[in-house]
């Protein structure tokens, strides 16, 4: 029997190749121990230092979202979307990427943010009712955070596509959600940049709901990694609850894109534990039988049990860290309750160089407005 590769064995092999595995890439079981699945395959665990930098960016992640989910009930911030249980996708997509590479975010991702070093008061300020993006998108190399859903894909591979054009390295990591993957604008993204090779990493978050909508729901697909294919794009699937699993797909991922073999898409499954934002009731739309048995693959107890298992944290150093996530927690609440209020009219400043007759009129409306609200209240 010949040995020779027929064009139909090249065919399936490349597109064997693309598709992601069967289940989920997992390295660490709940407990913290290396699971059996740990391999044979290409994704070795994270040296223990990288992991310890995780840990440590997922506690003070996880603190600083449950300080701005307490600043909404004060009315220092309009709207927090929480991702408390996301801390493994937040922090390893931030330690996937070099300092000159671009993340283009959602709305969900203060975390990713703050843990990419932008200071958590900028990082809130869109999100407290200012009508700008809060951070130097430049500086940080993060696009301001989308709101429309999956917009930002569409960027990333825009961006991404003239950076090769102009011969740099950049990679960009675009953040988007189950229901997001539903979008008009997330196909067209994946086909551009699976069309042109752009080096794009879309890592899709399956937090397993969209506002109320379940992913039963959302897609019939057997994993919304079977996205990649149908636009030539190499997929993968991970535990998103898993640190480890996550950061080395990821680092797979970026090192893919980074290499000018194209896009490269990342299902994480993993679970939203509160409701949508402070605006939203879960309790409506799940059991809490359901939040409980997520409570059990909590991204950051199973590190630490594995940080703990290899002798690489001890009770000190957990101390340290959960110290330093209360001083940050602690300058986020003194930052957000000492800043002056956004002046509302700057919100028809610099939108044209000459500003229209029509702006100045709603200008005009709202300083009245404002006026009589003033005076309601001091009658
Ligand atoms: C184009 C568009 N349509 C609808 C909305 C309203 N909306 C805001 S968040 C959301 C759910 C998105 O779910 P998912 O993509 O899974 O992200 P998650 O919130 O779970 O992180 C919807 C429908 C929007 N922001 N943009
Ligand atoms: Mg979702």
Same mark, same amino acid.
């Not at 407290?128 to 301001?144: E, L, M």
């Given at each position: 029997m010949s040995t020779e590769l027929t064009d139909q064995d090249t065919a399936h092999n490349t597109v064997q190749a693309m598709l992601p595995r069967d289940t989920p890439v997992q390295l660490l079981a709940a407990d913290g121990r290396f699971t059996a699945d740990a391999g044979p395959h290409p994704y070795q665990p994270p040296s223990v230092e990288?992991?310890?930098?995780?840990?440590?960016?997922?506690?003070?992640?996880?603190?600083?979202?449950?300080?701005?989910?307490?600043?909404?009930?004060?009315?220092?911030?309009?709207?927090?979307?929480?991702?408390?249980?996301?801390?493994?996708?937040?922090?390893?997509?931030?330690?996937?990427?070099?300092?000159?590479?671009?993340?283009?975010?959602?709305?969900?991702?203060?975390?990713?943010?703050?843990?990419?070093?932008?200071?958590?008061?900028?990082?809130?300020?869109?999100?407290?009712?200012?009508?700008?993006?809060?951070?130097?998108?430049?500086?940080?190399?993060?696009? +301001?955070?989308?709101?429309?859903? #999956?917009?930002? !894909?569409?960027?990333?591979? $825009?961006?991404? &596509?003239?950076?090769?054009? =102009?011969?740099?390295?950049?990679?960009?990591?675009?953040?988007?959600?189950?229901?997001?993957?539903?979008?008009?604008?997330?196909?067209?993204?994946?086909?551009?940049?699976?069309?042109?090779?752009?080096?794009?990493?879309?890592?899709?978050?399956?937090?397993?709901?969209?506002?109320?909508? +379940?992913?039963?729901?959302?897609? #019939?697909?057997? !994993?919304?990694?079977?996205? $990649?294919?149908? &636009?030539?794009?190499?997929? =993968?699937?991970?535990?998103?609850?898993?640190?480890?699993?996550?950061?080395?797909?990821?680092?797979?991922?970026?090192?893919h894109a980074r290499s000018g073999q194209g896009p490269y898409l990342v299902e994480a499954h993993t679970y939203r534990m509160q409701s949508h934002t402070n605006a939203d009731d879960a309790t409506r739309y799940r059991d809490d039988s359901e939040v409980q048995a997520w409570v059990a693959r909590d991204p950051i107890t199973r590190l630490e049990a594995h940080l703990r298992g290899c002798g690489a944290l001890d009770d000190d150093a957990v101390t340290a860290v959960s110290d330093e996530a209360e001083s940050v927690a602690a300058d986020l609440r003194e930052a957000l309750s000492t800043r002056a209020e956004p002046r509302p009219t700057e919100l028809f400043e610099h939108v044209f160089a000459h500003r229209t007759p029509q702006l100045d009129e709603q200008r005009d409306q709202l300083l009245s407005e404002l006026a009589d609200a003033r005076e309601e209240t001091q009658s």
């Open positions: 990288r992991l310890q930098e995780m840990y440590r960016r997922m506690v003070i992640g996880r603190r600083v979202d449950q300080q701005a989910t307490a600043l909404t009930k004060q009315g220092k911030l309009a709207v927090f979307p929480s991702a408390h249980g996301q801390e493994a996708c937040q922090v390893g997509a931030v330690l996937a990427l070099r300092q000159t590479d671009w993340m283009f975010p959602t709305y969900r991702e203060s975390m990713a943010l703050i843990a990419r070093g932008i200071p958590p008061v900028e990082v809130l300020s869109l999100l407290r009712g200012d009508w700008h993006c809060g951070y130097d998108p430049r500086a940080h190399r993060c696009a +301001p955070h989308a709101t429309p859903l #999956a917009t930002q !894909s569409v960027h990333a591979a $825009g961006f991404a &596509y003239a950076e090769a054009q =102009q011969g740099r390295d950049t990679v960009a990591l675009v953040h988007v959600g189950d229901g997001g993957t539903s979008e008009g604008d997330f196909h067209e993204a994946i086909n551009f940049a699976g069309v042109f090779a752009a080096p794009v990493v879309f890592l899709v978050q399956n937090n397993g709901y969209a506002i109320s909508v +379940p992913l039963s729901q959302q897609s #019939a697909a057997p !994993s919304l990694a079977y996205k $990649g294919i149908g &636009y030539g794009v190499v997929s =993968q699937q991970v535990d998103g609850n898993d640190p480890a699993a996550v950061l080395s797909v990821l680092d797979s991922a970026v090192a």
